[in-house]
């Protein structure tokens, strides 16, 4: 069978503005994303504030807009204060959330400072958990408040004149899942959200506030929880979160590569829940969605089962440290297509997570940093995802998989960007039997050439990287045709491409 697949992409048919937002991430107390990872005073990169330099340097390479903290899980019996003053006077603390030790030598004044260096936005998660309005205030006068009051001196005492200004903030998190420390059901929550969200723009009016969505598209409560807490906290709150993982589980390569299109029903599943609330309310305002965890995460479940059995309240040890093969690269290459695709109202998203827990980047300890399969894809639409998503008119050949149907062979977007005159095709051929005849019409941009066509392709599928070395890297790839505004290449079985225009000059 011939596989093919045409595409027409045009300057007027425009998605929405892809917010940089997008490629946000995540940083939670858990593992060892916080020490031995981005912290880690003993290590010989590490800066005058312990900070590991050469994590540094490959998150910068991420160009990571927006860095949620400090949870997760963990967020939901966390007590801000605890990782704030003198490190002296610190508590160390149990982490119900992952049966482990804080020892709260890294708190929020030592993130913000770290955003900082990184040249990212913090995105703070307040504890509705254990904990309610009150704190949440609390922390939100110590974090943007510049008057003589309590917890505003409090932050002067500690260093920091000026306030953080922090705008983002997510109002608890995964609030309906069972596992969740101070759980709750979708009308308690909606509740507190909602006079939580209203004290805090008392404070800062300027804050954008996202409401807690459900756990994953597959809780028994989606999508009513988002429907019930919604109608309390729709005229309060800017964004509704959505959280989705995925992993091969049953080693069935092709119906893995299927999952994106879960993704999508779920997002569309959420966007029309926000708008049959925004009906209802007779309201006018457009709720934004935030996808503030996504990635893949399976690889280490059993791994940790037995650390947590083995070891409970140790401090950081190596939690959820997937590591990443081809697939799953090709699979978060496409969950960033279903991103952009939605980009008119997914305004914000976080991989999950950013360092050694099911993270793009890795540490050793007593060694250096490096990238995984996955750093690339996100590298690639964070460098040149930002602009307008474009439709893409895609017709292409089809398969079936075990649970999925009617599959595209290829799934692809493209991003104009306007400041800089340049397009770029993200395509996927998740195809495992045959390479793909690719074709794409440009059109509006007639005076546009071929920059450089990126792919990985090749791999053995469950190929991986280590310290010790990256298999699995992009190469540049010169054997397409670009004639008359008419791009043409052999998209590889199984491969990430990324195909970059501009405007001869
Ligand atoms: O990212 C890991 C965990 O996944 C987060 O703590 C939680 O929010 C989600 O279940």
């Known amino acids: 069978m011939k596989r093919e697949a045409r595409m027409i992409i045009d300057k007027d048919y425009v998605i929405g503005e892809v917010d940089d937002k997008l490629y946000g991430s995540f940083i939670e107390h858990l593992g060892r994303a916080v020490y031995t990872g981005i912290y880690q005073p003993d290590h010989p990169t590490a800066d005058e504030d312990g900070f590991r330099r050469d994590v540094i340097e490959l998150v910068k390479e991420l160009r990571v807009p927006i860095v949620r903290y400090p949870g997760g899980n ?58 309610g309005v009150a704190d949440a205030c609390n922390l939100l006068e110590y974090c943007n408040i510049d008057a003589d009051s309590y917890y505003s001196n409090m932050r002067k005492s500690h260093g920091f004149e000026k306030p953080h200004n922090i705008k983002y903030w997510c109002l608890g998190n995964e609030m309906d899942g069972p596992w969740q420390v101070g759980a709750k059901t979708a009308a308690e929550y909606g509740r507190l959200a909602q006079e939580t969200a209203k004290a805090m723009k008392m404070i800062d009016p300027s804050v954008k506030l996202v409401s807690c969505g459900s756990s994953f598209m597959y809780m028994p409560t989606f999508p009513e929880w ?101 697939e799953d690269a090709l699979l978060v290459g496409l969950m960033l297509i279903t991103l952009i695709k939605h980009s008119d109202r997914v305004k914000m998203a976080c991989l999950a997570q950013l360092v050694n827990v099911i993270a793009p980047i890795m540490t050793d300890e007593k060694g250096g940093a490096w990238r995984q399969t996955i750093f690339y894809p996100f590298l690639h639409a964070s460098a040149y995802g930002r602009g307008m998503a474009l439709h893409p ?61 990126i792919v990985m392709e090749g791999y053995d599928l469950k190929a991986v990287n280590s310290a010790e070395g990256e298999n699995v890297r992009p190469a540049a790839k010169t054997d397409y045709l670009f004639d008359n505004g008419t791009f043409t290449a052999n998209m590889k079985k199984c491969s990430w491409n990324v195909i970059r225009f501009g405007r001869n000059k």
């Open 74 to 131: 963990f967020v939901s019996n966390y007590f801000w204060e605890d990782g704030v003053g003198p490190r002296e006077s610190r508590k160390p603390r149990l982490d119900l959330a992952w049966t482990t030790l804080e020892p709260n030598l890294f708190g929020l004044n030592e993130f913000v400072t770290w955003a900082k260096k990184v040249g990212t936005e913090v995105m703070m998660a307040v504890n509705l958990g254990t904990r």
């Open 226 to 326: 988002e429907a019930v807490t919604l109608e309390h906290t729709y005229d309060y709150v800017d964004y509704i979160s959505m959280h989705q993982y995925y992993g091969n589980r049953d080693n069935d390569t092709a119906d893995y590569l299927a999952m994106s299109m879960d993704m999508e029903q779920f997002i569309k599943s959420v966007i029309a829940t926000c708008d049959y609330v925004k009906a209802k309310k007779r309201s006018k305002k457009t709720m934004m969605l935030s996808f503030d965890e996504w990635n893949v995460w399976y690889h280490s479940n059993e791994a940790d089962d037995k650390i947590k059995e083995r070891k409970p309240w140790s401090i950081a040890p190596p939690l959820l440290e997937d590591i990443y093969n081809f």
């Open 393 to 453: 008119i895609l017709h292409a050949t089809r398969h079936d998989t075990s649970k999925h149907e009617d599959v595209s062979d290829v799934d692809a977007v493209a991003v104009y960007n306007p400041e800089n005159e340049e397009v770029t095709i993200f395509a996927v051929n998740r195809s495992l039997d045959g390479d793909v005849s690719f074709e794409t019409e440009l059109r509006g941009f007639s005076d546009y050439q071929v920059l450089e066509y």
